[in-house]
């Protein structure tokens, strides 16, 4: 996979950033919360352990305000991450919040001009949001805290790391009975649903791209069901939903169920996307989750087939 991987929808073109190979160096970060000292260290372990050179921030660690450093701090970290031509791929340590604060000191050409593997997911959506926008593909998947706790061999772990290595995944899920059946291709997008919708409108919100056919994975975690329907129903005012190829629903994590009537939080989501004639598959392995987080191309052409054997999504190059 070259550097220049690129494909055309429409008259965009999203930039594959390019593999990386053994003795590459990966810089890790914190835009978000402050992360454990040891979170850091397991991580930057498990890539020394996959054959990769980790370094850290310089202010990955501070603390301030629950944050990891100050908002100019977190941005000189990722303008460093950026411009430094010895780093080949971007590791976040954890998410959280504070992500947004920083995407103001950040112009959008900065993505474009250094295409690179931006890794994380909760938070740092709006990094991805935002990289996308600019016209670069991104990871949505299992940063430093997730590996130091699943260990740098899990299944999930190792299918990140391999498309870092430039193997694109191909995901294979049961079925589920809320499942819609169809077959789509689209530029997929997604992530923390609250975050992306918080960029609503903005240079850095990739749900701009609408128009060119987008295939859209939500997640959350500690939102109820009535912001969810809310944040439903924004996509809807907005006109995206009727744009959208298709929709990847995962994990909704600790939120009070039931409420206003529907059992959980797929059920209520069903409910308004049931009208909408295209492929929606329920509880794909993606979120906050104990259990898998499987990697996610943000910007990638990918092919998403739900019928009754269960979900297959391939990522084209």
Sequence with gaps: MSACSLFAVAQRQITMPPSLKYGDTIAVISPSS???????????AALREWGYVPVVGKNALHLYHGFAGTAD????????????????????????????????????????KHPKWLIGFSDITALHSAQVSAGV????GTMSDGIATRGANDSVIIILRQLLQGKLPCYY?????????????GILVGG????FCGLAGSE?????????????????????????????????????????????VGHFSKY???ENGFADMYEML????????????????????????????????????????????????
């Design 192 to 195: 923390n649903m609250s975050v």
């Design 173 to 185: 899920v049961s079925p589920h009975p809320l499942n819609q059946m169809g077959e789509a291709k």
């Design 137 to 140: 593909m991104s990871i949505h």
């Design 256 to 258: 009070k169920s039931p």
């Design 270 to 317: 069903h409910e308004y996307l049931q009208h909408y004639p295209i492929p929606v598959c329920y509880d794909f392995p993606i979120g906050h989750h104990s259990g898998y987080n499987y990697p996610m191309v943000e910007g990638c052409r990918v092919h998403l087939l739900v019928n009754e054997e269960g979900t297959q999504i391939k990522f084209l190059k």
């Design 73 to 112: 701090e977190r941005t000189s970290d990722l303008l460093w991450a950026l411009r430094d031509s010895t780093i080949r791929a971007i590791m976040c340590s954890r998410g959280g919040d504070g992500a947004v604060q920083i995407l103001r000191n950040i112009p959008l050409d900065e993505f474009a």
């Design 34 to 44: 402050a992360p454990e000292e040891t979170t850091v260290e397991k991580g930057c």
């Design 204 to 248: 850095y919100d990739f749900l701009n791209l609408a128009e060119d056919g987008l295939i859209l994975f939500i997640e959350d975690t500690q939102e109820s069901m009535s912001k969810v329907d809310r944040m439903l129903h924004l996509l809807e005012i907005r006109g995206i939903l009727s744009q959208l190829k298709g929709i990847i």
